[in-house]
């Protein structure tokens, strides 16, 4: 590439920045001209050219996009001291290039109107809501342990295998889409990463890859917990950057599924977050409420406890910080750490809905 050509590139960085940094003041532009228009076709577009193909190519691109870095850097080590002004500009327009693809073909939507304006749902509530919402989940999550365990102590184990799990996520979003045409999952493109074990150790249950709009689930996580992961990065691939509106969208996705397993995980996915937000207002009434709670739900919340206990390393939480701020930078201020949106959203979706 000739250095004009490369400056250029470098020059539109700089605006792309620039334009980036106002996006976040024009939501309604955003929702209704990307997220609503140009991402549904472009998302579609690359589920059907890779959704068929069984293993991540995406993963592949990332392993020979490594693969030739490292190769880039050895070849040209001596350049980069004797020629550092070009190849700062190889660097710039390289970066330029990836930017403008990340944004385009998915992260745009990090600047969309909040999901609670979309389904005209409150974005608050009371503790009172939050309480008796609380109790209909366990009520609900009790009832569904009993009946696929058998027994109230029992764990729920699932049935299926991972793939078999992965299969089923569209069947929720069928069933969801009837209430909110514009959650339809088709085609689907949702896959176990090749890179499971790294991003176990990485502390993460799986990730959207913006450049094939490909689906990565962690394959090592737990079963139980397999469906709501599976979902949550389904709703990623539908334009939900967010990753509080994603998990909204999962647990509902879940929990309109048929299948009854689906239905568990969901259900006891939503109450984990509103027991948590029990326990930051009042601990008192969350000892009390918790008791309640069927020791077989409780035993599904220890195995994944126990599963990201048993790979902590000193790692994780550098790759936990770093993806928080990146999620700050995207114009997600609340980072990783926004359970209260996601149970108000909980809350307000089932104020008029049956459970």
Sequence with gaps: M?????????????????????????????EQFYSNGLYVFLSKLSRYVFGWIPFSIGDIFYTLGSIYLIRWFIVNRKRIIKDTR??????????????????????????RQPLYKSLNLEADYTTEQLVTFTKQLIQKSNTLQLQLAK??????????????????????????????????YHPKSIKKSIYSLPLTYMGFSGYLNPFTNEAQ???LISSYKFPTTACHEAAHQLGYAAENEANFIGSLAAIHN????????????????????????DPELYDAI????????????????????????????????????????????????S?????????NYYEDQPL
């Design 2 to 30: 000739r250095k004009n050509k490369k400056l250029i590139l470098v020059l539109f960085f700089i605006l792309q920045v620039l334009f980036i940094s106002q996006l976040k003041h024009f939501p309604e532009f955003v």
């Design 86 to 111: 070009n190849w700062l500009l190889d660097i710039g327009a390289t970066l330029s290039i990836a930017y403008f693809a990340f944004h385009i073909l998915w992260a745009f939507n990090y600047y």
């Design 151 to 184: 027994n109230d102590t029992l764990k729920v184990e699932m049935p299926y295998t991972k793939s078999e799990i992965l299969r089923k996520v569209k069947d929720g979003y069928k069933t969801l889409s009837e209430q909110y045409p514009h959650l339809e």
């Design 217 to 219: 689930v962690n394959g």
């Design 258 to 281: 048929d299948d009854m397993y689906f239905k568990y995980s969901g259900y006891t996915f939503a109450l984990r977050y509103c027991l948590a937000e029990v326990f930051k207002r």
């Design 290 to 337: 918790l008791a309640s709670v069927n020791t077989g739900i409780l035993k599904n919340y220890h195995e994944v406890r126990l599963f990201w206990e048993a790979h902590e390393n000193r790692i994780e939480p550098i790759f936990e910080k770093t993806f928080d701020n990146f999620l700050k930078a995207n114009n997600q201020s609340a980072g990783m750490k």
């Design 339 to 347: 359970y209260s949106y996601v149970v108000a959203l909980l809350v």
